[in-house]
């Protein structure tokens, strides 16, 4: 290990409590600590406010003061295993589950947990989107047995309740936030650059489960009805198109 590597091995171990690791570049000198807290305080001032800017939504609903403080305690507990903070906070929405002054919040998880995707959406990799003449020149036999890749930045959640509706009308800064108990899903996907996301419904959802399976679109039609025997499975489909959700199509395995 080189001496620069060892140093920064000591100091990111010193920034986590174990002070005495930089000993040996401190010379006996008893100034580290201050020093340390800066950074600390740098740190932790930095961990909050990516939190805040990750999920917009549940600080929304909570506020800033109810926030800002369940965010230090988060990155004191989970601090960031990475210096870039960009997509700091995987961990926060099952964190949340667990947090005490949450508990009077059950949906509060949940709509952490779609703003979380609304991030990896966000910075998920680039990749091809397949437009509806991929799919025009298959017979309807090979269409059925064909199987489709999703595109990347797709994802989404099935809820038994309306928290989609939910996540989306604070996403829009309306006032009239309401939870229905209407099951529904979400999904989120990037377009031309910008992270996308609509409401679907339950078989939207077993539909595109069975595509990230790897089932071929005969089997995740058939899920897709079972999920929502009254869904329009051909307007699902098409639309499921439009929004550029598939990456690949294999066909005659």
């Not at 509060?108 to 437009?131: K, N």
């Not at 699902?236 to 198109?241: H, K, R, T, V």
């Amino acid at each position: 290990m080189s001496e620069l590597q060892a140093f920064q091995d000591a100091f990111v171990a010193a920034l986590n409590g174990s002070t005495s690791d930089l000993d040996p570049w401190l010379q006996g000198q008893a100034a580290g600590e201050p020093g340390l807290s800066v950074y600390r305080n740098t740190i932790a001032r930095g961990c909050v406010d990516a939190l805040a800017a990750n999920f917009s939504s549940v600080l929304a609903l909570v506020g800033e003061d109810w926030f800002r403080a369940a965010a230090a305690r988060f990155a004191r507990e989970v601090p960031p295993s990475r210096a870039a903070l960009l997509d700091y906070g995987e961990a926060f929405p099952a964190w949340l589950d667990h947090f005490p002054p949450a508990q009077d919040l059950p949906y509060l998880s949940g709509v952490a947990h779609l703003d979380r995707l609304w991030t990896e959406a966000l910075f998920a990799a680039e990749a091809p989107q397949l437009s509806a003449e991929a799919f025009a020149t298959l017979s309807p036999e090979s269409l059925a047995g064909a199987r489709v890749a999703l595109h990347p930045s797709v994802r989404f959640a099935a809820f038994e309740a309306g928290l989609p509706s939910l996540w989306q009308a604070v996403r829009d800064g309306r006032e009239d936030l309401d939870l229905s108990d209407t099951a529904e899903g979400l999904l989120v996907y990037r377009r031309d650059g910008s992270v996308a996301w609509r409401v679907v419904g339950p078989a939207d959802c077993a539909f595109l489960a069975a595509c990230r399976r790897d089932q071929t679109l005969a089997v995740a039609i058939g899920l897709a009805a079972e999920a929502d025997p009254l869904a329009d499975l051909q307007t699902l489909f098409s639309a499921l198109i439009a929004d550029g959700v598939f990456r690949d199509l294999k066909t005659g395995i």
